[in-house]
């Protein structure tokens, strides 16, 4: 977005050290510089085909590459590494034609061989490595592996991989997953080396069977194709990452990238308005306006996220859906989003963001109607309900930046139609046992952020089964999910998941409030930084101002 | 001596055995579920019991406190269940930064406290005593992280004098040697990557520092104004002793002890990490890391560190003891 950038920031200036590295380098002079950025976490590792957190993909995002990338501000895939791919008629079979004249870190060329041998490494996991905190996303998607202890585990989709050609490669499923094309630009199906692969044992997770350990490859020889290599990583405080001179694409404008650790979120603002770091991820809501002010630019993400009121339906009142109607005629959105998320929060329909395939928008709504709330609850016979609201504490996610917040402007809108709310916090991972895992709440607030355009991956995860979070138990809904899930292509899907979305919002398992902005700060100096909504956000973009 | 220090730490040893056996259960008794912790919003009823099964949080508690008890024997401590990393790696990596802080504030605190609360009790009931005595009630009761914001605002933001937060300038290529900045700039004769080390030092040491300084201002003034009072005072000040030898053979010497003492716990103290200070500075040092392993039950960070502060912890008490003797040659054992 937009940012005053006419004016500098004032007092900045740190003194310590403006000092030339020492054994040449970075020549300094024109485009150049280093980019310093604050995460608010180490990476946990990094292979990212370990990987599934947020930190851990920003490092990878910038080392490797995967074949699919995303179109930029959307959620869409767009060639990469694979400059076309082709699906068969029955989307079992993947052929996929690669970028000439790319090349690893380790300058092993990228070719067909080096996919299937991707592929393969993943599917052949054993073990530890199959551990869903390790291949969370392979796990997932792809849903088994070679061979298992676990029976669940045995097989999956995964049918195989064959290099045609030097530049093509074909993956085969052995069912179909309309998924599949969208999943490749997670960072966690990244092409990494298979020489490095290979020389610093990246599978060797170490350890005992009950203390993993990662390998040389996961810690210290990440090896990928992007317009960074890795230099080093000082844990807990910085991962060191300098441009690749041979990048294929457009190779980056600066030097280095510094990605340093900095966990308080107060710190990583004064680090920004002091000048020690260029920009930092997750802005708080509150901060924006006076950064802004300050002449520093916010860039915001569009939302791939929703935040929703969730209703337990082991709760006897919560069984009738004239009360749940109730409640959602009882909520002010727009209210809510001024007095508690960030400016420029879309107020949310259904159970995903409007980019994710399936979108319905002839959807029913129950707008606000605190006079119809207050007859639905009369003659569901409850006039005057009262329930628990449960809410997290000392947490801040991107679909909800203040928790706290946000149940104060809900517990008002409720309490004016006369409903009792009986408030009950826990702290994040508490709050997650109490709703994931046990049947012991009321309504509560909870969110997602997808990870790439597939609508499983919002509806499918919340609805998709029986659980304690929802309390209720639909078999209609949860075969939808289980045929609109198996079809092949987005194509197929987008009427299907329509169709699931009206069905839910007739049910109304809950109500979904919002899509929050998620906001990036940035020094005066860097330009070009472009926000993606899956945070596919690659810096060769960046080229830093003189200052 | 030395047979009075090998017996302290022959005492040590049982203490930690202690240790290990209630910190197993402690940990275990932390409310929540290790393996949703681990697995975030992305837990699944099957991903629990895979984790589960993986780090063997289902086995009986007796076999769990077995494999714990041979890694401890072990030298080993186990790893964290986030990142790999092994905790003994871990802590040696991290302690540098939290051991150079605790210098830094101790730096200040007693550095200033001593002649601040000397002087203090010299001229008891003066506007100088006053202010102290204010002055360090003030610096016991303002909350850490407001001070340590109120530092930053003031000197890196406003005044620009001083680094914002971290160890080093990230933009520095220094090499390190030992993982103490300071020291390893001056190693390595890179000087001004240890002079950059040590003023990114001044605004955390500061922080951190108030209150240990407050607590030996207050404890060397009263100490101070006791001893004053003693007859050996007296005595030597008749003695026609000039004034000078009293105040620093007699005096200031009979009144340190119980300002060592209180420096000798109030190191242990800042050893254990000081979440606070090391969050809001960003500085990797345990007790920032601690505090993250607390919130994800990371169960092999919390045994191993915890069991190396308490080591940590009586081996400084040890060296008090030590010291003590040299102060004072009344208690100097045998």
Redesign the interface.
Do not use: K
């Given at each position: 977005m937009v940012g005053a950038a006419a004016l500098a920031v004032a007092?900045?200036?740190?003194?310590?050290?403006e000092?030339e590295?020492?054994?040449g380098?970075s020549g300094g002079g024109e485009g150049g510089g280093?980019f310093?950025f604050a995460a608010s976490?180490?990476p946990?590792?990094l292979d990212p085909a370990f990987g599934?957190d947020g930190e851990t993909f920003r490092v990878a995002r910038q080392i490797f590459e995967g074949l699919v990338g995303t179109v930029p501000g959307t959620a869409d895939p767009a060639p990469l590494l694979a400059t076309e791919w082709t699906t068969s008629e029955d989307g079992l079979s993947h052929t996929f034609t690669l970028q000439e004249g790319v090349s690893f870190h380790d300058d092993t060329p990228f070719d067909a061989e080096a996919v299937c041998a991707n592929f393969d490494r993943w599917y052949a996991w054993e073990g530890?490595n199959?551990?869903?905190?390790l291949s969370?996303y392979y796990g997932n998607l792809f849903r088994g592996f070679a061979s298992s202890d676990?029976p669940?585990l045995e097989g999956g989709i995964y049918g195989g991989c064959t290099a045609d050609e030097e530049l093509q490669a074909t993956v085969t499923l052995t069912q179909p997953f309309a998924g599949f094309i969208p999943s490749l630009s997670l960072p966690a199906f990244s092409m990494q080396s298979p020489t490095a692969l290979e020389e610093f044992d990246a599978d060797g997770?170490e350890?005992s069977?009950?203390?993993?350990?990662?390998s040389a490859y996961a810690t210290e020889n990440p090896t990928g194709t992007g317009p960074f290599r890795f230099e080093s990583w000082e844990?807990?405080?910085?991962v060191t990452l300098t441009r690749n001179d041979d990048y294929w694409g457009e190779a980056a404008s600066v030097d280095e990238v510094?990605i340093?650790?900095?966990?308080?979120g107060?710190?990583r603002l004064?680090?920004l308005?002091?000048g020690?770091i260029d920009g930092y991820d997750l802005v708080s809501p509150g901060d924006v306006e006076g950064l802004e002010a300050e002449g520093f630019t916010i860039a915001d993400r569009a939302p791939f996220n929703i935040l929703y009121l969730g209703f337990n339906q082991a709760v006897p009142e919560l069984q009738d859906v004239r009360v749940r109607q109730a409640i959602a005629h009882a909520i002010d959105r727009d209210a809510l989003i001024s007095q508690s998320l960030p400016e420029g929060t879309t107020p949310a329909t259904q159970f995903m963001p409007d980019l994710v395939v399936g979108y319905n928008d002839q959807v029913t709504q129950y707008p606000y109607d605190p006079d119809r709330a207050r007859a639905l609850l009369a003659e569901a016979g409850v006039p005057d309900l009262s329930v628990t609201f449960n809410y997290p504490t000392g947490v801040s996610r991107p679909y909800m930046p203040t928790p706290e917040d946000t149940f104060l402007a809900l517990q008002s809108q409720l309490q004016a139609v006369g409903i009792t709310v009986n408030p009950q916090q826990d702290?994040?991972?508490?709050y997650?046992?109490r709703i994931?895992?046990t049947p012991d709440h009321g309504i509560h607030l909870l969110g997602?952020t997808g990870d790439y355009n597939d609508p499983d991956n919002f509806v499918g995860t919340f609805f998709g089964t029986a659980g304690p979070e929802w309390g209720f138990d639909n078999p209609e809904l949860f075969s939808a999910l289980t045929q609109a899930r198996g079809l092949p292509t987005p194509e197929e899907q987008e009427p299907a998941y329509a169709a699931v979305n009206e069905q839910i919002a007739q049910f109304v398992p809950g109500v979904p409030l919002a899509s929050p902005v998620p906001s990036l700060a940035f020094s005066p100096r860097v330009e070009g930084y472009e926000p993606s909504p899956v945070q596919d956000e690659v810096w060769n973009t960046i080229t830093l101002a003189e200052e | 001596m030395i047979r009075f220090i090998a017996r302290r730490l022959l005492l040590v040893v049982p203490v930690l055995a202690g240790l290990v056996v209630l910190l197993f259960l402690w940990v275990r008794a932390l409310p929540g579920d290790p393996a949703r912790a681990l697995l975030g919003q992305r837990a699944t009823p099957a991903g629990i019991e895979a984790v589960n099964e993986l780090y063997g949080f289902d086995e009986p508690l007796l076999v769990q406190f077995g494999i714990y008890v041979r890694q401890v024997l072990t030298g080993d401590l186990g790893s964290s269940g986030y990142t790999g990393e092994p905790v003994v790696a871990s802590f040696v990596s991290r302690f540098p930064a939290t051991v150079e802080l605790t210098l830094a504030a101790l730096v200040f605190a007693v550095g200033l406290g001593i002649p601040l609360g000397y002087l203090a009790a010299r001229r008891a009931g003066s506007w100088l005593d006053g202010l102290t005595v204010g002055g360090s009630l003030l610096g016991v009761v303002v909350p850490v992280f407001f001070l340590a914001y109120l530092l930053k605002l003031v000197f890196a933001q406003w005044l620009g004098w001083l680094p914002t937060d971290g160890r080093q300038d990230v933009r520095i290529d220094a090499t390190h040697v030992t993982d103490f900045y300071v020291l390893d700039g001056l190693l390595t004769r890179e000087w001004d990557a240890a002079l950059d080390a040590l003023v990114h030092l001044v605004l955390p040491g500061l922080a951190l520092g108030t209150i240990p300084l407050a607590i030996v201002v207050r404890i060397t003034r009263a100490s101070v104004l006791e001893v004053l009072g003693e007859d050996f005072v007296r005595t030597a000040e008749s003695k026609g002793l000039a004034a000078s030898v009293v105040r620093r053979r007699h005096v200031l010497r009979n009144a340190l002890l119980p300002v060592v003492t209180t420096i000798g716990l109030q190191t242990g103290l800042l050893l254990s990490g000081a979440v606070l200070t090391e969050s809001v500075f960003a500085i990797n040092g345990i007790g920032s890391y601690l505090f993250t392993a607390i919130s994800q039950l990371d169960y092999a960070v919390l045994q191993g560190y915890i069991l190396f502060i308490a080591l940590v912890y009586a081996l400084v008490n040890l060296t008090v003891d030590v010291l003590y003797g040299v102060i004072d040659p009344r208690v100097r054992v045998s």
């Open positions: 007092g900045s200036g740190c003194a310590a050290s000092r590295p020492e054994g380098g280093t310093v976490s180490d946990v590792m599934s530890v199959q551990s869903p905190n969370y676990d669940a997770t350890g069977e009950d203390d993993p350990r990662f844990r807990g405080q910085q510094i340093r650790t900095i966990p308080d107060n710190a004064q680090a308005q002091s020690d702290a994040w991972t508490d997650l046992d994931n895992g997602w | -």
